[in-house]
């Protein structure tokens, strides 16, 4: 494991995804609290952090990013511009901008710098709250490969990281980024048709929450790819067959493809500015 042994981190908007990110940094033991400072907008906010995870906590973000090297960039897109322009005058070439804003590019945060600040773009997923996140990342035209190993040892805390390039990252974002989404929607139809035959509901959201999660550690733990594993299940004749040509019939795959492209073309949208 790469340990940050020098650095200092900043988080400039620690809400859900940047406390997980927190989290995952001093749980996995990258670096002590007394090298992080986070800000966020409200003091209650930054109150509940001090006190649940005794990092020291500030409401100026341009103080985060006068004591940090690597800064957090954990906002919503919307806030971004403001936040850039309040930080952007005690920012150098010895930073690292860490972004996980969906569908801010690598080069409007440059541009919005004015030094030619190392950055990288990260698309994270929920599922880095509970240490199981999916996350990929660009460089920027400064970042280095020893900005991208830091970057890379951060979100491995929290779950899997992959380098990719700028223009894979609207991709990721609708199939990991948004993925979580898919499976709970599936899980909302299968706990329905658990209920509607019949199983009463505590018992049909334990069934079908544990089938997922069952059927996510084989996949990941048995090395063999999904195709195999359901080969391995379906028996002619069976059930699982019966169900199988039923999806396969009313073109269940076309329509998961269809829905992670239609995701992808809004991700395409919004970085054009559409709204
Ligand atoms: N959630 C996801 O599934 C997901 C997936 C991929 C990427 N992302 C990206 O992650 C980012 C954060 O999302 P989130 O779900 O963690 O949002 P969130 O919980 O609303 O967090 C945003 C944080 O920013 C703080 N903030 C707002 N204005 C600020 C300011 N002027 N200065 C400093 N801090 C400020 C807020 O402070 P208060 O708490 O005090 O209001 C809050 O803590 C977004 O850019 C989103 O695109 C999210």
Redesign the pocket.
Known sequence: MVMLTHQRLGI???????EALLRGVLHGGLMGADRILV????PE?LADLNQRLKVRTTQS?LTVAEFADIVIL????Q?MN??LTEIRPVLTQNHLLVS???GITTQHIEQMCGVDVPVIRV????PALVGEGASAYCRGRFATAEHALATHAILDVVGIAVETTEDRMNPVTAVS?TGPAYIFYTLEAMIQAAQDLGLDPDMARLLVKQTVLGAARLVMDSGEEPDVLRARVTSKGGTTQAAIEYLESHGYKKLVQDAILAACRRADALNRGGS
């Not at 800000?39 to 409200?42: F, G, L, P, Q």
């Open positions: 400039i908007g620690a809400g859900n995804m940047g800000s966020a907008k409200t906010r973000n954990g906002i919503k897109p806030t403001d936040i996980i804003a969906a698309m994270p997923n929920t980024g």
